[in-house]
């Protein structure tokens, strides 16, 4: 077996890609960055939601 001593995997699809690259091709550099983008909309959803819950909260006290 021989190994490559200076690889990287792709974080989609697991095979083997350059060292400079985070992915082996324009298929997955896609999917990983819908991927991404995915993720912050539902952190900022989570982080909204959280203000929101804390602002009607707070609202029931200055009444």
């Known amino acids: 077996m021989s190994a490559e001593p200076n690889h ?17 091709s324009r298929a997955c550099r896609d999917a990983y960055a819908r991927r991404v ?4 909309n539902l952190q900022f959803l989570l982080y909204a939601s959280i ?9 029931q006290f200055f009444r």
Not at 8 to 24: A, M, P
Not at 51 to 59: K, Q, S, T
């Open 8 to 24: 990287r995997h792709c974080r989609v699809c697991g095979k083997v890609c350059s060292v400079d690259d985070e992915t082996c």
């Open 51 to 59: 203000a929101l819950i804390a602002v009607v909260f707070l609202a």
């Open 37 to 40: 983008q995915s993720k912050r």
